[in-house]
């Protein structure tokens, strides 16, 4: 007979201070600290936060936790809290309002937002719509995958500013991790991840307005925020339309699938894993390759080297004051230490972090995947995929060629949508007999 062990867990608090760390790393904390103090803080708390997770219930037995009768102050505390959370994310969102008539979408800003009204347009009259643009003065080739554009093609039927597409995906993941915190017995969770959730958007909107006013990184850690779901349901489909939905936006998680794939093979029913394949070769076949790669197959190939140029560019990008690559010195990312070899051509220096980050995310992904087969009767199947992508995730942020603030907010997210599932599941123990 066994017994969920009620008692508030020491890892729950060290979880919490992983994410105030991260919040503060990624948002904040480069007005206090040099770049690679920034840089190394939010690393460590990223990748901490995945190790305890895996720590927590490591050894022990964890079950999704059911919903129960409880006390009326417990069931009001929970409401309440979610209430507050809405209302705060709904306040946030309105002041957004100001901010979209003060900062106007054009390439003289960012060229994200224009470039993605380019595709919805070129869509809706029936042109490819992976044609390099010329019309901002310089040769643009397109790098979106569909579900950076598409969701957009909303906004340019229904006439209203393109950014409210991000911010409303974003919501429809935060009031989905808040109403499934209903079903936690985690007191910190119920109390704490709406607080963390709405403090972390907080801190976007008004410490750092470019990420909610120029590019469309909220809408990625939306699609983030519900991968972090449909690991912990039992429904395939949604799970492989979510895992086909990141793949077609930002494909950070592109190295982690392997090991992934293993887990699902191991520890679910064939039916569930093959429905879950086979969901996302669809949804990549019916959104990419049939409209879209089948006319030009090279232009995935294509994208992928413009990365590369562009990277190079913003290397070379040097701030007058500093005489530095403005985003390499952005508080974020190992990319300013390979920067500061002198020794080496800068061409080369960037190869050399390039195949950094795809040899540590490639052997993060081995070592982990290696520790599952002989561990894995040892740790829930769920709680494994959550923590192996955390830790994969902070690798792959802190090694990118160029670290981007807006891209960090993503592993925050994810963070923050981990803490809000992984209080789902009690850790059990055997009753005393």
Not at 148 to 168: N, S, T
Not at 239 to 248: A, E, P, Y
Request: hydrophobic content about 55%.
């Amino acid at each position: 007979m066994v017994s969920p062990i009620k008692k508030i867990n020491k890892f729950d608090f060290l979880l919490l201070i992983a994410i105030v760390l991260e919040i503060l790393f990624s948002v904040y904390a480069k007005k206090f600290f040099d770049q690679p103090v920034n840089a190394f803080g939010f690393f460590f708390s990223s990748l901490l936060f995945g190790v305890i997770l895996l720590l927590k219930f490591y050894n022990k037995d964890a079950v999704l936790s059911v919903r129960i009768k409880e006390a009326k102050r417990k069931n009001w505390l929970s409401l309440i809290m979610v209430l507050l959370s809405l209302i705060a994310i709904a306040f946030i969102s309105r002041s957004n309002i100001a901010l979209f008539l003060r900062v106007p979408v054009g390439p003289e800003t960012s060229d994200v937002i224009p470039t993605v009204a380019e595709l919805c347009q070129r869509y809706l009259k029936g042109s490819f719509v992976y044609e390099p643009i010329e019309k901002f003065g310089y040769h643009l080739p397109v790098t979106y995958l569909p579900m950076q554009w598409m969701p957009y093609l909303i906004a340019e039927k229904g006439g209203f500013d393109y950014r409210w597409i991000a911010i409303g995906i974003w919501i429809i993941a935060a009031v989905v991790l808040l109403i499934r915190s209903f079903r936690s017995q985690n007191v910190m969770v119920r109390f704490f991840a709406p607080v963390l959730l709405v403090m972390s958007y907080f801190y976007i909107c008004y410490y750092n307005d470019s990420i909610v006013a120029n590019v469309i990184e909220m809408m990625v850690s939306g699609y983030y925020i519900l991968l972090i779901v449909s690991l912990n349901t039992k429904n395939a489909v949604f799970r492989g339309l979510i895992i086909g939905i990141c793949l077609l936006s930002r494909y950070s998680l592109l190295l982690w699938l392997p090991l992934a794939i293993l887990v699902i093979f191991l520890s679910e029913n064939r039916k569930h894993f093959w429905t879950t394949a086979l969901t996302v070769f669809l949804f990549i076949c019916i959104l990419y390759v049939i409209p879209f790669l089948s006319k030009d197959w090279s232009i995935f190939y294509k994208g992928y080297k413009h990365y590369d140029i562009s990277a190079l560019g913003e290397w070379k990008h040097l701030n007058i004051y500093t005489n530095k690559p403005f985003h390499l010195y952005s508080g974020h990312g190992i990319a300013f230490w390979f920067y500061e070899r002198k020794g080496f051509p800068i061409e080369m220096r960037l190869k050399y972090l390039q195949k950094a980050h795809l040899f540590l995310c490639l052997g993060a992904t081995a070592i982990m995947g290696i520790w599952y087969w002989f561990k894995r009767t040892k740790i829930n199947d769920k709680i494994f995929l959550m923590g192996s992508f955390k830790i994969y995730l902070a690798i792959f942020l802190f090694f990118i060629q160029v670290p981007y603030l807006y891209l960090m907010i993503v592993g925050l997210f994810v963070s923050i949508a981990i803490f809000f599932e992984q209080g789902r599941y009690l850790i059990i123990r055997k009753a005393d007999s």
